[in-house]
């Protein structure tokens, strides 16, 4: 019988953010992703050579540490092929560090969109290049074949969970949401609803968000989170069930948790602590899908997410203009592509990564909580504004290719 | 509780914030006697005793002019003459004499003057009395003179004001920084309390009628924006950068128009402006008004700009937002503190101010979405949560005296 184990899967990722481009700059230049002011916090380059100071390098160093100590150490990474882009600009040693890492054999790259886009929702012809984009990337830069998909925000629902099965991955990963699972576990290895050989792994996220949300919250009751505390904590809820999925962003790490917080070392630690038990394991998502049969089947014909307290998708498609912007970028698909301009069609599926859609949200705004939006734009609205400028520019410069068709979409 | 004006006697912001802030202070448990420079029928107001001053008119009661810097003020109190009501200063003078009698008599608990205009009386007030005296600042001499100096004798009664109070009261954050850096008062005696917007008042059976801007309707069928922009035209307000990015707005998109609703002394310069930029046939001038015309001109208008250099609060951006406008603020107004659903620029920033303008005029959901979350938003803005505030500062002050 296979031990219990822990699958820690992390997922990195940094859009290209769009520069304050005005309506001055449309039909006269097509640099969307160069901020000129170095120090704003849309400047790509300097918010990704900052997150790799905080966050990259010091969590990739203590996982090297972790695989060289401890010999069961597994995990799971999903690096967004935009990530990748950048990094091999600003950060090649990040890049470097991850290659170290997959070479020891125990870490797992997971599949998703190149682009970190919504695109399984607009276009599958769209979602299938990026999701074959992603594979080859990873094939090229890392020498791995990803078996196992996630899609972006952690977005899942019962036509995807078909799709994955039929294109050929082994397994999926979804949040472990309540109102799906009932009374079942999110510890056990589940099978999608209509499926025939696909198998469905649920973030626990109970424990996954005490880490990535709640651990530098000083108001939180169980402030400060210290690793026995939580060892003991996940050793209750994997008593008689098989894994414990611990899901979470990569930039928890230094990011989200500052180190003054002590997650460095709080992480260090529980990974010794859990792995001193003998019974206790590590597994990486194929592993664990490999090692238990599916206890019950789980369908969501809903999509659900693992974003806010809704699980759903309202924070990138909640609102009109949130809508009518990736209406407008998936209705120029098929003038896009027949350009073969490469410059053009790599602009356009940068647009289409869900963070742009994310700034346009307004739900903060109208609950009164401002302090809940986080982008590095002053409003949704002026959001909205540089990128409904883009968008024009996009026609544009159809226009100036096809010589057809008018500037209105 | 002193000002020198009082809605519904030809008042502007002023008085429109004194009369709703002293109802919901009476509706929070305060007794107002609230005196005026004037003499008028106050029948709407039932919640509070006005006293009169003067047997002057309301549109006499600056004397010679009212405080746009145009009637030159430059004699001390005391050398005033209380009988030349002709004279603003002896206006001023009797208006001091009226209160300290007023408060020999009633004995207030505590004195509240509103901006420079009754900071004298407030100072009397207090000496024949000895009730804690609090100061609310609507507007500073720097606010009303925009870049230029403005008047020496104003900044001293402003100063001696603002030093003599015991507590000082600021609408926004930006009077209160202005009060700190330019008068060097300490921040710690200093709250804002913003002001707020009465929506009762404001659904008072009115109805948009189509044809007081029928011309406007008409270019509005054929796909135009109509921009407004409502306010005296003052430096203060920042206009000749309004019309600058107006033209440049439309190098890009020709299908805007621009409603300057108002007067002032920069009408012909702005005149001139436009002409040289070739938009002329595109900015409509209103002229004052007021009543249906100045309701018709925020319901005509789809976007409405607030361009002030400097703007204390700027009551009209939460009008706006009442009919249906999306709303565009400088970042030096102060009623940006209080909404979120709206676009800011810095006052000189034409670039800016024109793509947002072509951004909300070329793209119906971000107009729409900016129209209807503004409106969710302002309606939250009340006068009771001001009056609890300004109880608040009332009570903590009393306790000090006793103390």
């Known amino acids: 019988m296979s031990k219990r184990g822990i699958v820690l899967y992390l997922h990195a990722h940094q859009p290209y953010r769009v520069r304050k481009y005005s309506v001055f700059d449309t039909a006269v230049s097509h640099d969307y992703f160069d901020d000129p002011d170095y120090n704003c916090e849309r400047n790509n380059e300097q918010v990704f050579k900052k997150v790799a100071d905080k966050s990259y390098r010091p969590m990739n160093a203590l996982l090297e540490k972790l695989l060289a100590i401890h010999p069961e150490f597994k995990v799971s990474l999903s690096i967004t092929g935009v990530f990748i882009e950048q990094a091999e600009k600003w950060a090649p040693d990040v890049l470097d560090s991850f290659k170290r890492m997959i070479s020891t054999g125990r870490v797992e790259i997971v599949a998703e969109t190149y682009y970190h886009s919504l695109a399984f929702f607009y276009s599958m012809v769209e979602f299938e290049h990026q999701v074959e984009a992603h594979r080859n990337k990873i094939r090229d830069l890392f020498g791995v074949e990803t078996k196992v998909f996630r899609n972006t925000e952690l977005s899942y629902n019962d036509s995807m969970a078909k799709w994955a099965d039929e294109y050929g991955f082994k397994g999926i990963l979804a949040e472990g949401w309540d109102p799906i699972l009932q009374w079942r576990s999110p510890n056990y290895v589940y099978k999608p609803a209509g499926t025939d050989n696909i198998k469905l792994l649920m973030k626990n996220y109970r424990l996954s968000d005490d880490v990535a949300f709640r651990f530098g919250d000083k108001n939180w009751p169980d402030w400060p989170l210290n690793a026995d505390t939580y060892n003991s904590w996940v050793n209750d809820a994997i008593t008689d069930k098989e894994i414990v999925n611990l899901f979470m962003d990569y930039e928890t790490f230094g990011e989200h948790q500052w180190e003054d917080t002590g997650i460095f070392n709080f992480y260090e630690a529980f990974i010794g602590k859990w792995l001193e038990n003998p019974v206790n394991t590590c597994y990486t998502v194929s592993e664990a899908i490999d090692a238990f049969e599916p206890v019950d089947e789980i369908s969501m014909p809903y999509t659900v997410t693992w974003a806010d307290t809704e699980r759903d998708l309202t924070a990138w498609l909640g609102n009109s203009m949130q809508q009518e912007a990736l209406r407008y970028i998936y209705s120029m698909e098929d003038d896009i592509m027949r350009t073969n301009d490469l410059e053009l069609i790599a602009d356009w599926r940068k647009l289409q990564t869900s963070d742009h859609v994310y700034y346009m949200c307004t739900k903060w705004f109208n609950d009164g909580d401002v302090h809940a939006y986080f982008s590095p734009y002053e409003s949704p609205y002026d959001a909205f504004l540089y990128f409904i400028n883009v968008v024009r520019d996009l026609r544009w410069r159809l226009y100036v290719h096809h010589r057809t068709g008018g500037l209105n979409g | ?403």
């Open chain 2, 1 to 403: 509780m002193l000002g020198w004006e009082l809605w519904p006697n030809n008042s502007g912001g002023l008085g429109v914030a004194c009369y709703h802030m002293s109802k919901a202070l009476a509706i929070a448990g305060a007794t107002i006697d609230f005196v005026v420079p004037y003499t008028a029928e106050h029948d709407v107001i039932d919640y509070m005793d006005v006293h009169c001053a003067t047997k002057l008119s309301p549109l006499e009661r600056n004397g010679l002019g009212a405080y746009d810097g145009k009637t030159v003020i430059e004699k001390e109190l005391s050398k005033a003459d209380v009988n030349n009501l002709k004279d603003m200063r002896g206006v001023q003078k009797r208006y001091v004499q009226y209160v300290k009698r007023l408060a020999k008599v009633t004995q207030p608990d505590v004195i509240h003057a509103h901006d420079w205009l009754t900071m004298e009386a407030g100072m009397g007030a207090k000496e024949v009395c000895d009730a804690p005296l609090i100061v609310h600042v609507h507007a500073t001499e720097f606010d009303r003179s925009g870049s230029d100096s403005g008047n020496p004798l104003i900044h001293e009664i402003e100063y001696q004001g603002l030093m003599m109070a015991d507590r000082i009261v600021a609408v926004s954050n930006i009077t209160k920084n202005i009060i700190v850096e330019k008068y060097g008062i300490s921040a710690d005696k200093i709250e804002v309390v913003h002001n707020a917007i009465d929506i009762v008042n404001l659904n008072d059976g009115y109805y948009y009628d189509f044809s007081t801007y029928r011309y406007l309707e008409a270019l509005k069928n054929e796909g135009y924006t109509v921009v407004l922009n409502l306010t005296r035209f003052t430096i203060q307000k920042g206009l000749v950068n309004f019309v600058k990015a107006a033209a440049k707005a439309c190098t890009k998109f020709d299908k805007l128009v621009f409603l300057l609703a108002g007067d002032g002394e920069q009408r012909d310069e702005l005149i001139r402006l436009a002409a040289d930029l070739g938009i002329s046939d595109k900015i409509f001038m209103t002229g004052f008004i007021r009543g249906k015309q100045w309701r018709d001109a925020y319901s005509v208008s789809d976007i409405f700009v607030m361009s002030s250099v400097s703007e204390p609060f700027g009551l009209t951006a939460l009008e706006a937002a009442h009919h249906d406008n999306a709303v565009i603020l400088t970042k030096q107004s102060g009623v940006g503190e209080v909404l979120n659903s709206v676009f800011r620029y810095d006052f000189w920033d034409e670039d800016v101010l024109a793509d947002q303008l072509i951004g909300i005029a070329t793209s119906y959901v971000l107009k729409k979405s900016m129209q209807e979350d503004v409106k969710k938003e302002y309606g939250r803005i009340s006068w009771h949560d001001a009056a609890w505030k300004l109880m608040r500062i009332y009570n903590d002050m009393q306790r000090v005296a006793l103390s």
